[in-house]
């Protein structure tokens, strides 16, 4: 990792159980680049056991999904989880994300962690800078629609006979169960513990008023996809989404996504992708005239090199 720096005595490392919850989410809460996955109720769902950094009396926090499985202590982005890093009521600066590296409790000997947008990292470190993307809709939807790309109006102009319609309510598992039918072998390495996990954390934001369920019917009333928005520091969080693989459910995504840009438009809420680092998803999510931002991913292994080869080929295995 990076050589301890004056700065670090002014982190601690705080186990979960012992942090104050209310300083904690009040610095997430008013932070700016504040998270909503960041909250300790979230923490709590999708990072059971999870630690947290903090500066001075909360000025900064940094959420540790810190974890131990053969004997081993490491850091890894939870699943569902896009973005985490440092949160302050001001940009944090190079030097403060330094020192929240610096003051990781020593046994971790594995870090695979995800920073976010507004937090830069020294160098020395392995780094990945990641992609995703926004859209303000801060215009009128005629103007906005301007930015789209020629295949995303195509797919509109089709969808117009498909007899789509948007039913909102507050029940996710219906599309979470059509994600697992169509796309569970791809994700095999999703079990049922993370399903559970996604499914009460989006009931937690939905008990908050801080998520929405619109799910996608064509004219036959069957199930074409959806999306599960989180809203939280001025954004829209596109967290969940699923399309069908029938003829009849093709363009039910792009559909959706349009009318929830035809129904914003003007509000100035920031639509947030949350990806993708998969080459077709990004190009669709461009495709709606959304800009790229990046935020890294910083990796770091201090086991010896025959422990090393074992646990990089049961990552491999397992996605875990």
């Known amino acids: 990792m990076t050589n301890r720096t004056s700065y670090s005595d002014r982190v601690v490392y705080i186990p979960g159980d012992q942090i104050d919850r209310e300083s904690w989410?009040?610095?997430?809460?008013?932070?700016?680049?504040?998270?909503?996955?960041?909250?300790?109720?979230?923490?709590?769902?999708?990072s059971p056991g999870?630690?947290?950094?903090?500066?001075?009396?909360y000025e900064y926090v940094m959420p540790v999904p810190v974890a131990r499985r053969f004997g081993i202590s490491y850091i890894l982005q939870p699943r569902f989880i896009q973005q985490y890093g440092v949160f302050g009521m001001t940009p944090p600066d190079t030097a403060t994300v330094c020192a929240f590296l610096n003051a990781l409790p020593h046994e971790i000997a594995v870090i695979d962690y995800h920073f976010n947008e507004q937090n830069s990292l020294p160098s020395g470190l392995d780094v990945e800078m990641r992609t995703n993307f926004?859209?303000?809709?801060?215009?009128?939807?005629?103007?906005?629609?301007?930015?789209?790309?020629?295949?995303?109006?195509?797919?509109?102009?089709?969808?117009v006979h498909s007899g789509f319609h948007i039913i909102k309510n507050n029940n996710p598992l219906?599309?979470?169960?059509?994600?697992?039918?169509?796309?569970?072998?791809?994700?095999?390495?999703?079990?049922?513990?993370?399903?559970?996990?996604?499914?009460?954390?989006?009931q937690a934001?939905?008990?908050?008023?801080?998520?929405?369920?619109?799910?996608?019917?064509?004219?036959?009333?069957?199930?074409?996809?959806?999306?599960?928005?989180?809203?939280?520091?001025?954004?829209?969080?596109l967290y969940f989404s699923v399309q069908g693989k029938s003829n009849?459910?093709?363009?039910?995504?792009?559909?959706?996504?349009?009318?929830?840009?035809?129904?914003?438009?003007?509000?100035?809420?920031?639509?947030?992708f949350e990806g993708s680092v998969h080459p077709g998803l990004a190009r669709f999510y461009g495709s709606f005239g959304s800009m790229a931002q990046f935020y890294p991913r910083i990796k770091v292994n201090h086991l010896s090199p025959f422990v090393k080869f074992i646990y990089f080929f049961y990552r491999k295995l397992t996605k875990d």
Not at 50 to 57: M, T, Y
Not at 139 to 157: A, Q
Not at 174 to 202: C, Q, S, V, W
Request: with cysteine; hydrophobic share 40%; proline share 1%.
């Open 25 to 46: 989410d009040r610095c997430i809460e008013t932070g700016v680049n504040g998270n909503i996955c960041g909250f300790s109720w979230f923490l709590d769902i999708i």
């Open 50 to 57: 999870w630690g947290g950094l903090v500066k001075g009396d």
């Open 134 to 159: 926004l859209l303000k809709t801060d215009k009128p939807y005629e103007e906005l629609k301007l930015s789209y790309k020629y295949n995303l109006l195509r797919k509109l102009r089709k969808s």
């Open 174 to 202: 219906p599309l979470i169960k059509l994600f697992r039918e169509e796309n569970g072998k791809r994700f095999f390495f999703l079990k049922d513990k993370d399903y559970t996990k996604l499914a009460l954390a989006i």
């Open 205 to 237: 934001c939905i008990h908050r008023d801080k998520a929405k369920v619109w799910s996608v019917y064509n004219n036959e009333n069957v199930l074409c996809g959806g999306v599960i928005w989180l809203f939280s520091h001025g954004r829209a969080v």
């Open 248 to 272: 009849k459910a093709e363009g039910a995504l792009a559909w959706l996504i349009d009318a929830f840009i035809r129904e914003n438009a003007t509000s100035g809420i920031v639509l947030d």
